[in-house]
């Protein structure tokens, strides 16, 4: 099974089984290398298995998708410029292609 080869964990395998799109985004950004600290992105945009949250279209128009206070995330997603950046599941940093975001491990 391709989750196991690139041993991800029983939690986040449960999440992205449910989510075949989002595991071959994950897969296929795993050795992909650190986005340039001196890359400018044109359009960045969060997603949860919802849908789109929020995004930002070259550092000047925002917008964001209300939701219900109930509606929880399985996961978040940063697309940059269409590109998976940063991918969690709950506080586990999956997939991390920027320089800017530290790895914080909570007594793991």
Known sequence: MIQTAI?????VQAVLSQYPKWLEMVIEAKDKPV???NYCPHVIE??????????????LSAYECTRD????????AWLIDE???????GS?????????????????
Do not use: P, W
Not at 7 to 11: A, D, P, R
Not at 69 to 76: A, G, L, M, Y
Not at 83 to 89: G, I, K, Q, R, S
């Open 7 to 11: 041993h991800f964990s029983l939690e």
């Open 35 to 37: 986005i340039d600290k």
């Open 46 to 59: 969060i997603f949860d298995e919802h849908g789109l949250l929020a995004g930002k279209v070259n550092g």
């Open 69 to 76: 206070i109930q509606q929880k995330s399985d996961f978040n």
């Open 83 to 89: 590109e998976l950046a940063v991918f969690y599941v």
């Open 92 to 108: 586990k940093l999956i997939i991390n292609r920027l320089e800017a975001i530290a790895v914080v491990n909570k007594g793991e």
